[in-house]
């Protein structure tokens, strides 16, 4: 169970979510979640301290995630050429690459409530590349990723009894 922020930790669960990407797939597949925004507001809903960000960007998360305890991502990732080119897509892409100069001390969680965020890929120097490694080389205790696609509204409903019973303990 994710215990309850110490005295003088942060106790925000900041909720991002992404519906309308700017960019497009390129298969010219549909970016669009519908469920992504409703999964991050009934998330933010189980906390007291709590903070939703609809139609979030790379600053919304590079930024204020930084100060977050729990940080749940509700949107599209993409792998497009192998672990390095990993990306969060938020309004705009946040890659992998800008999260190795993210630092978040109090991080406790970090869900990647999104396709395929677990995928690694190891360097020629022998490290291991993930949208997953890069939150915990930023200090996240945990990170819970996908190694296969998702359906938005299941995982909508698989998140929410996950918090259900984490605050339960």
Request: aromatic content about 6%; hydrophobic content about 40%; glycine content about 8%.
């Amino acid at each position: 169970a994710i215990s309850r922020p110490a005295h003088g930790r942060p106790g925000v669960v900041l909720a991002l979510s992404q519906e309308h990407p700017s960019q497009e797939h390129p298969s010219g597949k549909s970016l669009l979640l519908q469920h992504a925004d409703q999964e991050a507001r009934e998330i933010g809903g189980l906390f007291r301290a709590s903070n939703v960000v609809s139609d979030a960007g790379p600053d919304d998360l590079l930024q204020r995630g930084k100060t977050a305890y729990i940080l749940h991502v509700a949107a599209h990732a993409d792998n497009p050429g192998g672990a390095w080119q990993s990306a969060i897509l938020l309004r705009q892409p946040v890659p992998v690459i800008d999260l190795q100069e993210f630092v978040a001390p109090h991080l406790e969680m970090v869900v990647l409530s999104a396709c395929e965020t677990q995928g690694t890929e190891v360097s020629k120097t022998d490290e291991a590349v993930s949208l997953q490694r890069a939150f915990l080389a930023a200090g996240a205790h945990t990170v819970l990723a996908s190694l296969w696609k998702v359906d938005d509204d299941t995982t909508r409903e698989l998140m929410l009894a996950f918090y259900g019973f984490l605050r339960r303990g």
